[in-house]
């Protein structure tokens, strides 16, 4: 079946720049993560969705980071006023396990770059 | 806070070595759960295991097998008679059950002819 897929692929934005990455997760998967791969930072939790609970944002960087997740499925990630230090690869994984534990699966990434 | 680290940032292998990733975690959780994945030049994170705080039983997948150890918590991860197409970066990530994966830093396995 179809894994979890993002877009856009790559994004190139200007410094002070909105910016929204979307994805699509697994169908009927009902936890949803967004993480940031960075050189300097590695792998970092941002948010997790599950169901309809109110989402763990415990890993959003700053404020101008927010993230909703629409009808229990797709889910955008924005990034307001964009930085040079949010360049970095946005990673989606989603998973079908309700406690939290369970393997997550990722989509390909969208690779940000703000000039 | 839960740790994970990857001692070996980079390891090079020539094809049908059999070589062994080090995953070390640190937790005061009882219950928890171990994980690696697989990040290929492609870059889309691959599952391969997942493997619970009550469980020690080594794992066997074909070339792969993991070992884990709760009195030295850790992790290892063995491939053997490892292939060109293992090249790839590899994760150990933890979680106690609160919802996140805690990366480690990864360790770069290059396979050469």
């Known amino acids: 079946g179809a894994g979890v897929s993002q877009s856009p692929s790559n994004k190139v934005t200007e410094k002070g720049k909105d910016v929204e990455l979307r994805c699509d997760p697994i169908s009927g998967h009902t936890a949803l993560y967004w993480y940031r791969q960075s050189l300097g930072q590695g792998l970092e939790f941002l948010i997790y969705?599950?169901?309809?609970?109110?989402?763990?944002k415990s890993g959003l960087p700053s404020d101008r980071f927010s993230a909703e997740r629409t009808g229990g499925s797709v889910s955008t990630l924005t990034i307001q006023r964009t930085q040079q230090e949010d360049s970095a690869v946005y990673l989606c994984a989603s998973s079908s396990d309700r406690g939290g534990s369970g393997e997550q699966y990722f989509g390909p990434g969208t690779r940000l770059t703000v000039t | 806070a839960q740790k994970v680290t990857q001692a070996q940032t980079e390891i090079s292998v020539v094809e049908k070595e059999d070589v062994t990733l080090d995953c070390v975690y640190e937790t005061r959780d009882t219950t928890y759960y171990l994980f690696w994945y697989k990040q290929p030049p492609s870059g889309e994170l691959v599952f391969l295991i997942r493997?619970?705080?009550?469980?020690?039983q080594n794992e066997i997948s074909g070339r792969y097998s993991w070992n884990f150890q709760k009195s030295t918590s850790s992790f290892n991860f063995t491939i053997t008679a490892s292939q060109v197409v293992d090249s790839a970066v590899y994760f150990c990530?933890?979680?106690?059950?609160?919802?996140?994966?805690?990366f480690g830093t990864g360790t770069q396995l290059k396979v050469e002819l």
């Open positions: 969705f599950q169901g309809n609970s109110a989402p763990d």
């Open positions: 990530a933890y979680t106690g059950g609160g919802n996140k994966l805690t």
């Open positions: 493997r619970n705080s009550f469980d020690e």
